[in-house]
DNA sequence: TTACAATGTTTTAAGTTTAAAATATTGGCG
DNA sequence: CGCCAATATTTTAAACTTAAAACATTGTAA
C-alpha cells in the first residue's frame, strides 16, 4: 500500500495496487473473501433465523465440544475478547440456549453448555449454515479445495510464528 | 458444522470437526486466518499511531484513487455500510486528513480526498502497514503465494457467481 | 497464615457496525 | 409542471467489540 502519488501521478485507478507488495495484494484478497462470506451468512442468518453470527458462532463452539467450555476457551477459540463473550453469553442464557454450571474444584470458572432447547435451535440453524457455505464455496475444484487449506494451513502457522 | 450429538455421542473433541463438510474446514479456516492477521493489524495500528483498521482503511481507498471517491464508493470498495463509512468520514474530517468537495453536476454527493495532511500520515503508516503485512505472509514461498492467489480469485468469482 | 502474583470472569467506557428509517436530490413520465 | 420512483447520504437504535479496570478465586511462598 505505497502511497507514491506524490512522485508519480497516476493515470489509472489500478496503477497504485500494481505498486502494492505481494504480500500485501494477498492479504486484500483474503480480506475481501473472507468479508463476502461473512456478509452473506450474516444476512441468512438474521433473514432466516433472527440471530446474528457471532450468536451463531458461540453456539457453534459449544455445540463442538459436548463436554462444554469455559468463558476463557470460547474466548480464545472465538477470537474475540473476554468481555465481548460476557456479554453474549448473557443474552443466550436469558434466552434459555445455554446455561452455566459451576466447577467443583474452581469457583472462579464454570462450565458453559447448550441447552436441549439450544442444542435442537443449532441443530436447525447449523444444517442451513452448511448449505449457505457449500454453496458459496461449491464452485471450487477438488484439488482447488486441498490446495487452499494446505496453502492457508501454512500461513496459519507463518502468522503464528511471526507473533513468536 | 452438522451436529449430530443426538445421534452419535463423541468420544474426541475433534469428532464433530471431522464430519464437516470440507467447505465449512475451508471456511472456518480462511475465518482464522483472516482474523489472527487483522487482530495483529489492530494492535499494532492502535500502538503505533493511535489508529484503528477501518480508519486506516478508509485513507487506503483515497490514497488508492487520487480523483477522490463518494461516500458510496468507499461503502462498496470497504465492504461496509453507508452509515458506517458517514461515522468514519466525520472523525477523518474532523481530524483533518481528508475533505469533502461538493460535485457541481450533483448535490446529492460529493468528493471525498485525503488533504495534504492526510496523505502525509498516510503514507507514514502505510509503509509500517506493508511490512507488517510482508512479516506475517511472508514465510510464504512464491509458490504458495501464486497459488493463493489464484484460488482465491476462483473463491471471489465463485462467491459472486452465488449471490447471483 | 498472610501477602501477593496469577488466573478467570465481568464491568465499564468508548468506539464500531449494522439495518432500517429519515432526509435530500435527481430524473423520468404523464 | 407535479408526482414519484430511484439514488446518495445521514441519522438512529440496537448490538457488537475492544482495552482496561475491577472483582473474585486460587496457588505459592515467605
Redesign the pocket.
Known amino acids: 500500500m505505497k502511497n507514491r502519488e506524490k512522485f508519480v501521478p497516476l493515470d489509472h485507478e489500478s496503477r497504485l495496487v500494481e505498486d502494492d507488495h505481494h504480500s500485501i495484494r494477498l492479504w486484500l484478497r483474503l480480506l475481501t473473501c473472507t468479508n463476502m462470506i461473512e456478509a452473506a451468512l ?2 441468512r442468518l ?1 433473514e432466516e433465523f433472527g440471530t ?1 453470527l ?2 451463531f458462532d458461540f453456539m457453534a463452539q459449544l455445540a463442538r465440544a459436548s463436554a462444554g467450555l ?3 476457551e470460547l474466548s480464545k477459540q472465538m477470537m ?12 443466550l442464557e436469558n434466552e434459555g440456549v445455554i446455561h452455566r454450571a459451576p466447577l467443583p474444584n ?5 462450565c458453559v453448555k447448550l441447552t436441549d432447547e439450544g442444542k435442537a435451535r443449532f441443530a436447525e440453524m447449523a444444517r442451513a449454515h452448511e448449505e449457505w457455505v457449500i454453496e458459496l464455496l461449491g464452485g471450487l475444484s477438488g484439488d482447488d479445495h486441498q490446495r487452499l487449506m494446505a496453502a492457508l494451513k501454512r500461513v496459519k502457522l507463518g502468522i503464528a510464528d511471526s507473533l513468536k
Open positions: 450474516r444476512t438474521r446474528t457471532p450468536r469455559t468463558m476463557g474475540v475478547s473476554g468481555g465481548n463473550v460476557s456479554g453474549i453469553a448473557n443474552q474452581n469457583r472462579r470458572t464454570f
